[in-house]
């Protein structure tokens, strides 16, 4: 599958050189944008194809209420600088009041932009997520988001490819999430350097695209250039009627060039690991990088446990930071404050199972739990259906959409000290707010947390 | 900075990534490690101590530059002063950004690494010269080791090649390629 959306978007290969790659869609943010825009300002160049090109706000904007006047001035001038490059070169731009905007990988998706066999890149470590449509996403720097804009076009040296096999039936209480986690800390936070993962196996085919989306956005955190899923029935039922999917006659011609990007029967891979799902367990992280991670049953490692020397230094760091001991268990350890959101895990099906556990219980006294949905649809959906009456009856706050606390660049944040459970993709040091401490989990482990005040096995409440 | 996996956010927190512009940032660079919470430099941190102001090359732990792709972060460096990093391996996004901004990403092998690092922690001042028109990185007693570099990066960053040039030189190519590809 690698190599035949590859080969399908080579423009050029000279020798020596790396690939000129044409790109099928590319997604813009506040963010990681307005210099290359200033670039192309300065060189008097144009968006070479505003019709591939789809702008969103996420990052730095507020959640409580749609108002830039809630979010810091350097913030708000961000956005507004989007707006104004948006409009100047002609580009598609779900703004702040569109019924359609929302975390840029969430509506990627959602409108059906992402399609199987594209070659797809966004300006955020994260577009990986999109690789659950059988596209070849990636994340790009400042310098490469100019040089799609100018030309359409991005210089990249072919990945190898790795084959991530998930065999096995998921039991009760156990996500998608978790079976991520499990392959991070299996293969390390550097094991996918060079790399493009491709999940398969029956468990990755038992899942709903949104579960899919779960998997292929955390790949980066291994170092994986991308992650992927073969598209098929699931993927096209997913596609089919969304605003940008094709209709009609198209639709036909596209269900038959999609059923043709699937790695064939029998393909080699240059590496391939293992997991199998019969056993798993909710997984939660301990450390402060996500493949420190573990089932919550466990105890955290021994440091005499990791036999490189390095790895060891850096476990110890990690849990001098969390002010957590080795060999200790986390199931009961007491939290903060619990986030469900982030481009990892803030789709309507998070949300309902969030909301089911949540039904009738209270998130326990003094915690503080946050639930932000994906996007504005995503937040519609759940206000249809209600669940947003059950968040906030059971004393969690309902936003607006964003990355929010995921990254803490607009308000949301931990404070220094405190202990949260979310649903997101990073633990980084401070990552969540400066001197905040996280542990990474499913929404079902972050909801059965807020519930107990502490972090808790959701299997024992479901 | 022998520890591994640095990732960008530690290199430039997500609170400074409110900028529209690239100026400046060397002074958030590894912000949260190198003041404490009261304010004042912690003195402990490898880029507070004397002896490494000026230092123009970061000897770094394994896959230096995980996680977010922001550019942010070599421009950071960029800003302090830092022109070379040298480690065993780099993140893949980290090592693209770099090299568009003229910073140059050095893989070593492991003994090298442990030797590099053997010798700052007997002398802090000790030079390491990297030149990447042999490829070579030399120090000590005219210890000298090769390091690798995709052959179109060090063009780029020998002669100042500007890849959006390169690209924009494909204008034919790109027009063909998308007539072939009518409305995809």
Redesign the interface.
Known sequence: MLSKIWSDHV??QEP???A?L?I?LHLIHE??S??AF?GLREAGRQV?RPDKTFATMD??TPTLALDLNLV?K??A??VR?LRKNCAEFGVTLYDLDSDRRGIVHIIGAELGLTQPGMMIVC???HTSTHGAFGALAF??????V??VL??????Q?K?NSFEVRVDGRMGPGVTAKDIILAVMAKVG??GG??YVFEYTGPAIRALDMEQRMTVCNMS??A?A?AGMIAPDDTTFEYLAGREYAPSGQAWETALRNWRQVATDEGAIYDRTVSLDTGELEPMITYGT?PSMGMPISDRIPTLNEFSDV??R??VE?ALKYMDLEPGQRLLGHEIDVVFIGSCTNSRITDLRLAADLLDGRKVADGLRMLVVPGSQSVKRQAEAEGLHEIFLNAGAEWREAGCSMC???NGDELE?GQYGVSTSN?N????QG??GRSFLASPLTATASAIMGEITDPRTML | MAMRDVDTDQIVPARFLKVIDKEGLGEHLFEDWRILPDGSPNSEFVLNRPEVQGAQILLAGSNFGCGSSREHAPWALMDWGVRAVISTSFADIFRNNAIKNGLLPVTVEAETHGELFGMVDRDPHAEVTIDLVSQTLSFGNEHAVGFPMDPFARLSLLEGVDQLGYLLSMEEKISAYEANHDGS
């Open positions: 423009v050029a020596e050189s790396p000129v044409y099928d963010v990681t307005p210099q200033t070479r990052h730095s810091d350097m913030a001038a961000q600088q300006g955020d470590s994340g790009i720097g400042t310098s490469e100019k040089h100018a030309t359409q076009c991005l210089l040296t990945p936070v550097d350097i060079g980066i955190e170092g250039r990088n390095n790895k230094q850096s760091k990254l803490a660049m220094a990073r980084y040091e401070g990552r400066k001197g």
